[in-house]
């Protein structure tokens, strides 16, 4: 009886400290979604400000986020499994807050695309070690459902840089923006180093293997066995079910981030003539949208035992969605365009799963790469995509310019969305490839 209790109360104080340790590390990661997505509704005004004169330049200097984001994932993992969550989440939110405050005085273009790098370089390692903390603390059968839980936390960044962002670049300018999140950052910083522990262990507390021992009967299975960073990436990248979630993931959350990120707010006001506010509004709704699907994928995910079925759900969601974009043109009713942008942002919520589509078919103690590797896929989508999207709109141009921005008709628009109604088919395929894993870890 004595026994019990002792474990009862282990039991709670792990449960306490972790809420804590997790919340912590989320509000961390919500700086990553507003570095992301930020570039769509200040679009106008940095072309104006650094003169810049193509789409395909200011897609560029979008994808800076997401080519850094990329290359990071795999060494983000190796740092995840070698030095612990707590020092990389503190030290790379400093780097971010560096990068924020310097696009935020940027008096010149390459001032601006080194602020973008840095702030690039110090978020793009918040989410592997956030999943590496959440495989530490806790159970296989709510990871999926705390992954959809960070998506909707991170994206309060998202939602920052809509609607919020666009009153304060009406009021006050862009600048502040980056001062402000550059504060914010710096905050995170210290409130990290300060709750967050890499494990239970630290804190006197069982792991997840002794728990789960204890609730459901048997031994702690052995942790000895190591695996070296170079051979740990090599048998990631050699198991072929890592690469579907992959390419999956690729697909859908490039053309995703291409829209809400960079060229939804362009397009709301120069073919549907909404006002900077009302653009952002819609694409407010991608981002409620994604908040609202991202934490119920991943619970279904986990209460049904499945992985594959909820990220197909979702992708034939997002093809509608985007094909009623396509079609609808200006004349579309305002509720059925803000039904459609909400959900566009439901449909790409099957991304929340590809991470754990990739842990589970990969050894535990390669937690942190596999993670890296299948994370890094959204971003190299989206940083083949922005700029893709941008030079399509440049060959159908036809050389209207208002304020110092180029105007693109809806023709322009309508081929552009064409390339990526192609690449999400190309994602749908991919989806109905994954491994089925049944919520079980099946690598080893």
Not at 300 to 309: A, E, I, K
Not at 430 to 438: G, N, P, V
Request: glycine share 10%; proline share 3%.
């Amino acid at each position: 009886m004595n026994e019990d209790a002792r474990w009862l109360g282990q039991i709670k104080r792990l449960e306490r400290k972790r809420k804590w340790i997790w919340l912590c590390a989320a509000l961390a990661f919500l700086a990553a979604y507003f570095h992301r997505t930020v570039t769509g509704v200040v679009a106008d005004s940095l072309m104006r400000d650094f003169s810049i004169a193509q789409a395909s330049e200011l897609g560029m200097l979008s994808s800076i986020y997401f080519y850094t984001y990329a290359v990071l994932q795999v060494p983000s993992g190796m740092l995840a499994d070698r030095y612990g969550p707590r020092l990389v989440i503190s030290a790379s939110i400093v780097i971010a807050a560096a990068g924020a405050a310097l696009i935020a005085g940027a008096e010149s273009l390459s001032s601006l695309y080194l602020g973008r790098f840095l702030a690039s370089v110090g978020v793009s390692v918040i989410y592997v070690n956030v999943v590496k903390l959440q495989a530490e603390w806790f159970r296989l059968r709510e990871f999926a459902t705390m992954l959809g839980l960070l998506t909707l936390v991170g994206n309060g960044g998202s939602l920052l840089s809509a609607t919020p962002l666009a009153v304060l670049v009406e009021s006050t300018g862009w600048r502040s923006a980056f001062f402000l999140v550059a504060l914010y950052s710096v905050l995170m910083a210290g409130a990290c180093w300060l709750v967050i522990r890499n494990r239970p262990a630290e804190e006197g507390l069982p792991s997840m293997k002794e728990l789960a021992a204890h609730e459901f009967g048997g031994t702690v299975a052995s942790s000895s066995a190591q695996t070296g960073m170079k051979l740990g990436l090599l048998t990631v990248l050699r198991n072929r079910h890592t690469w579907t979630p992959f390419f999956a993931s690729v697909a859908v959350f490039g053309v995703y981030m291409t829209f809400s990120g960079i060229w939804g707010v362009p397009y709301f006001m120069q073919v549907m003539h909404m006002s900077r506010v009302e653009a952002a509004n819609q694409v407010l709704l991608m981002f409620l949208g994604n908040m609202a699907g991202a934490p119920l994928v991943g619970y279904f995910s986990d209460r049904l035992g499945r992985r594959r079925s909820p990220y197909i759900v979702t992708t034939l969601l997002f093809l509608a969605a985007l094909a009623g974009l396509m079609l609808g043109g200006e004349q579309m009713p305002a509720w059925l365009l803000s039904l459609l942008c909400f959900f566009f942002g439901i449909g790409v919520s099957g991304v929340s799963v590809a991470v754990v589509c990739a842990k589970e078919v990969n050894p535990p103690q390669l937690t942190g790469i596999a993670a890296g590797v299948v994370n890094s896929a959204p971003f190299v989508g989206a940083a083949l995509m922005q700029p893709a999207f941008g030079w399509v709109l440049d060959q159908f141009w036809q050389g209207s310019i208002e304020h110092g921005v180029k105007i693109y008709t809806s023709e322009a628009y309508q081929n552009a969305f064409g390339l990526c109604a192609v690449v999400l088919l190309l994602g749908l395929l991919a989806t109905f490839l994954i491994k089925e894993t049944y919520g079980k870890q099946i690598g080893s």
